[in-house]
């Protein structure tokens, strides 16, 4: 057997200002995808479960981007060329895409569901598909009425996408081998979900009830897509997907049962927001230590600049001394920092360079106490995985150590603050830029974890984004009526 690999995945923030362009992704194709292998990311454990199984992995590209703005319709097409191009060529048993469910594109509100669409009429009825998704994806019909496995992440932060893509494999098996046909069935709700973890809290709580409808069903599959609300499209919104096999009478009645369960706990989904003069005023108060502040607002993880300033010149203004930044993303002040050389004071215009909402820049007198290329090993979510972060710098100012990057991402675990030098363990307060990813790596470090919410692109405050293509109300700016619960 022999099943073709490939993927476009992107999440897409439509408030950012600029378009995602080819430039903006990382392209593998042949081998490179098969070095994947060991890792624990969608292409690793599709990797790991072909190798078991017997199956021949076929690679044929994968597109990978940061999450950023609408992706440029010429970068997009040429992709899916490609990809249908390889797929043909190959002409594989079965298809395992790696995708988010969150792609939009100019002109083309829902990417998914057009590439999934023009595989299957390439390929015809009879090649199974089977996928992956970031559970932040806002599935579609268009999406669910082509792909013959549905296999969404179960944990926020992600870190058992892996899992999820041997069990897409292992259907994908099974339909070639046994004979076994699918069905796949869609809920979609009114419901614009705060970010939301699903190691604690109401998040846990709704992953266990679900699972547990899903043993009771006998479906192959529940997949609870939170949706991702920073994007104006008119399927935006919370989502249940059902796979099962083809004749189970259970499985429309699955997702709308398991649309019920979430429906009706939407308010104990609700977070309140602090400041970031709040959160750092909660974060020192202790009483056990460290305390890390996640800045959600700011989170690169979900589009956003990286370079906000909230929550620093909240920290420097509370004249904290025993605490740590990691990281700010600001190449200009890396370089600099670099180029002065460890042990010189630099005066520095830091953060604040993309837009005003996510806060001023910081003119700072800094030391350089140590630098680094950036490059390390992922050790929490996708663990195995390279991570090159640029040039990268240890700032300290008054008291407080600032690391610097000349890569925009999200703080996934300790290892940027690492290359630099830094042991989070020895600080009282840790901050960083994540919205929940950042627990995989921290949960078992922080005494107690914070949230400050102050302006920005990915901000629990979901209302407050413009909404032109909703095709009518959303909870919580509204709520509306869903009868058939």
């Not at 679900?210 to 104006?232: M, Y």
């Not at 003069?277 to 890390?292: C, I, L, M, N, T």
Request: proline share 5%; charged share 20%; aromatic share 6%.
């Amino acid at each position: 057997m022999r099943i073709a690999l490939a993927g476009i995945n992107h999440e897409t923030n439509t408030y950012c200002r600029d378009l995602t362009t080819a430039d903006d992704f990382h392209v593998a194709r042949g081998d490179r995808i098969l070095r994947a292998r060991g890792r624990e990311t969608p292409m690793g454990g599709a990797l790991e479960a072909c190798d078991e199984l017997g199956i021949t992995p076929v690679p044929v590209m994968l597109a990978m981007a940061h999450p950023s703005g609408t992706i440029e319709a010429e970068t997009y097409q040429r992709f899916k060329a490609e990809i249908l191009a390889g797929l043909v060529d190959v002409a594989p048993d079965a298809v395992f895409l790696d995708l988010h469910g969150a792609g939009v594109v100019q002109g083309i509100a829902d990417l998914e569901g057009d590439l999934v669409s023009s595989i299957r009429e390439a390929l015809g009825r009879n090649v199974p598909i089977v996928a992956t998704f970031d559970l932040h994806g806002n599935i579609t019909g268009a999406m669910c009425s082509v792909i013959d496995g549905v296999f969404a992440c179960r944990h926020y932060p992600h870190i058992d996408l892996h899992i999820r893509a041997r069990e897409a494999i292992q259907l994908a098996q099974r339909m070639v081998e046994a004979g076994v046909k699918t069905q796949v069935s869609l809920y979609s709700l009114p419901m614009l979900m705060p970010t939301t973890t699903t190691f604690e809290g109401p998040g846990k709580t709704m992953l266990a009830q679900l699972l547990e409808l899903q043993a009771q069903t006998g479906v192959l599959d529940i997949s609870w897509f939170h949706g991702f609300p920073f994007t104006d499209v008119p399927h935006v919104g919370s989502h249940l997907v059902v796979t099962a096999e083809t004749g189970n009478q259970d499985a429309a009645q699955a997702a709308r049962q398991a649309a019920g369960l979430v429906w009706h706990a939407r308010e104990s989904f609700r977070v309140p927001s602090l400041s970031a003069a709040e959160a750092v005023a909660d974060a020192r108060q202790g009483p056990d230590f460290p305390v890390v502040i996640n800045e959600t607002s700011d989170n690169p993880g979900g589009g956003t600049p990286g370079d906000g300033t909230h929550l620093l010149r909240a920290m420097l203004e509370a004249e904290l001394t025993n605490a740590c930044f990691g990281f700010i993303y600001d190449p200009e002040v890396a370089n600099q920092a670099h180029e002065a050389g460890v042990g010189k004071v630099i005066q520095v215009s830091l953060g604040g360079k993309t837009d005003d909402l996510h806060g001023e820049p910081l003119a700072l007198s800094a030391y350089v106490k140590a630098l680094s290329d950036g490059r390390t090993v992922m050790q929490a979510m996708f663990r195995g995985t390279p991570i090159n972060l640029g040039r990268t710098a240890r700032l300290v100012v008054n008291g407080i150590d600032i690391v610097v990057t000349s890569f925009r991402t999200q703080t996934f675990d300790v290892e940027p603050f690492l290359t630099v030098g830094i042991d989070v363990n020895r600080y009282e307060v840790v901050a960083l830029k994540s919205s929940n990813h950042f627990r995989a790596g921290f949960s078992k470090i922080a005494a107690r974890i914070v949230t400050a919410d102050p302006p920005g692109l990915t901000t629990q405050q979901v209302g407050v984004f413009s909404r032109e293509n909703s095709v009518g109300p959303l909870w919580p700016v509204a709520d509306p009526q869903v009868t058939d619960l």
